[in-house]
């Protein structure tokens, strides 16, 4: 531990399991208090529990835009002003276009663009305070390579995260001139949960093969990146930031 989040009030959403969870255990190892955002609150708790004083569970849905502006208050209510946030909620949900459940459409654009937008606008006037006081302000949100990449059955959740990409681009140029430092770390295959949920058998199985034909990432890797990146001085943003396995190229 060094510590070089001392002092900081960070948020994670889509805490309850895998980057996530990886994400919120580094910033509170490196010093921050964590907000954990996420659906299940059995997870969140033993996830606090876990962690220490350091950690402030609050169940809500990111797609939820009321429940998620009550989430903030809660959170700046208990741990005050937040100046970190890591927008990592997503859904990953594949078929062929032709036999999609659209229900799952929704489900991914709710969590993945919604979601990430409601939690942005929720603490944006927090990081923009925290910034004009001369002190570091990150929103970081957790794409994926597949915003760039053709993923054939994987069309929808690739236009999510095409989605997210360029909202950060756009988000930078607004709120950079003003000192809030908006990124996009997107990891490329990693070993977490993500994608268990799909309806379509055969998908869930090519996602099995795919993950097993080369040494995927673990969430631990992803939390990494991104404590690196928020803890560079305030001058300098890592604002895209692909991380992929070795043998993915």
Same mark, same amino acid.
């Given at each position: ?148 990449? #053709? ?7 690739? $236009?999510?995260?095409? =989605? *997210? %990409?360029?909202? /950060? !681009?756009?988000?930078? @140029? ?41 040494? #995927? ?7 990494? $990146?991104?404590?690196? =990146? *928020? %803890?560079?001085? /305030? !001058?300098?943003?890592? @604002? ?10």
């Amino acid at each position: 531990m060094t510590n070089t989040l001392s002092g900081r009030v960070a948020v994670v959403t889509g805490a309850t399991s895998g980057i996530g969870a990886a994400t919120a255990k580094r910033l509170a190892a490196e010093g921050a208090a964590v907000a954990l955002v996420g659906r299940r609150e059995d997870r969140l708790k033993d996830l606090a529990t876990e962690i220490g004083t350091n950690a402030l569970p609050v169940a809500a849905d990111v797609g939820d835009r009321d429940a998620v502006n009550a989430a903030a208050a809660t959170i700046r209510a208990t741990l005050g002003r937040v100046d970190l946030v890591v927008a990592n909620a997503g859904v990953m949900l594949a078929a062929p276009f032709e036999a999609a459940q659209t229900v799952e459409w929704d489900q991914m654009i709710n969590t993945n663009v919604n979601g990430l937008l409601y939690t942005g606008r929720a603490f944006i006037d927090d990081l923009l305070a925290t910034a004009a006081d001369g002190k570091p302000a990150d929103l970081v949100h957790v794409g994926s390579i597949g915003g760039h990449t #053709v993923f054939p059955n994987y069309g929808v959740y690739t $236009a999510t995260k095409a =989605a *997210v %990409a360029h909202l /950060t !681009r756009n988000l930078r @140029a607004e709120f950079g001139p003003r000192g809030v430092r908006v990124k996009n770390v997107e990891p490329g295959f990693v070993h977490t949960e993500l994608g268990d949920g799909m309806r379509d058998a055969g998908q869930r199985a090519t996602l099995i093969e795919w993950r097993d034909s080369l040494e #995927v990432l673990v969430s631990e890797d992803i939390a990494d $990146a991104i404590a690196y =990146a *928020v %803890a560079t001085p /305030t !001058r300098m943003n890592v @604002a895209e930031l692909i991380v992929v396995p070795t043998q993915q190229g």
